[in-house]
């Protein structure tokens, strides 16, 4: 695993949550992640849906993860699918990309922060675990009112 991406107690949090989220910045290296964490239970790939409409993609990610106990989804579109209804046990967001964005890529990232922010307040109630990559390693989430 990277240092950019490691995490103590893999294994621990792998054993801990059984529906794990990853989301962030485009290019913050959230697919790596996923890669990294793959212990063999279903992973969703938000970008898969790319061919779909935009509006469309929270219900097709819905979808594909119905009935599943354990798994791995990760993506853009994850805050959105949140909001539609998502159940997850810990989201692990990257809000700093690994490279330089173009315009229209860091709106996407202050956009998906937003949601991700709204979802947290008004829909998730802080119930679930939100782990935030920093420099220092993953930090909670800041809850704030």
């Known amino acids: ?17 059984r529906r794990i989220a990853i989301t962030g910045a485009p290019r913050a290296g959230k697919s790596t992640l996923a890669r990294d964490l793959d ?12 061919h779909l409409p935009w509006s469309e993609v929270p219900g ?3 979808e594909a993860l119905e009935g599943s106990e354990g798994f791995l989804v990760e993506g853009v ?18 809000p700093q990309p690994r490279h330089e964005l173009s315009s ?23 119930n679930t675990t939100v782990l935030v990559a920093t420099p220092d390693g993953w930090q909670p989430m800041e809850v704030t009112s």
């Not at 212990?39 to 938000?46: E, S």
Request: charged share 25%.
């Open 77 to 94: 579109q994850v805050p959105r699918t949140l909001r539609k209804g998502l159940q997850v046990d810990v989201v692990l967001y990257m």
């Open 104 to 126: 229209g890529q860091s709106a996407m990232a202050k956009g998906l922060n937003t949601v991700l922010l709204d979802w947290r307040a008004n829909y998730d109630n802080n």
């Open 1 to 17: 695993m990277t240092t950019a991406h490691r995490i103590d107690g893999l294994d621990a949090l792998l054993a801990r949550f």
């Open 39 to 50: 212990d063999g239970r279903l992973a969703v790939h938000t970008d898969d849906y790319r």
């Open 60 to 62: 097709a990610v819905l």
